[in-house]
């Protein structure tokens, strides 16, 4: 499935960007593919794919389920 049309990226394009080439923002995800984003509407899409990939886009982590896997919620009183 296209995640980005404008450049016809793919899940597996925005996964390759994560996995060979670090890519945990989709800015990163465009430059690894030597293009730019054009209309953006695929950034939500691309940023789930982030995730799904193991790289949240949020921070510089490499791993976000390590980062994750020891949280625990805030209890409510
Ligand atoms: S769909 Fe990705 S820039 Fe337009």
Same mark, same amino acid.
Request: glycine share 4%.
């Given at each position: 499935m296209y &995640? +980005? &049309?404008c450049n016809a990226l793919r899940e597996k394009d925005v996964r390759? =960007? =994560?996995e060979e080439g670090g890519a945990t923002r989709p800015a990163e995800v465009f430059r690894f593919h030597g $293009?730019?984003?054009? +209309?953006?509407?695929c950034a939500c899409h691309?940023?789930?794919e982030l995730? %799904? %990939?193991n790289t949240c886009g949020? $921070? /510089?982590c490499d /791993? =976000? =389920?390590a980062v994750t896997a020891n949280y625990e919620p805030i209890a409510a009183e």
């Open positions: &995640v +980005c &049309v390759r =960007a =994560a $293009c730019a984003p054009q +209309c953006g509407k691309m940023r789930a995730i %799904s %990939s949020n $921070c /510089d /791993d =976000a =389920a």
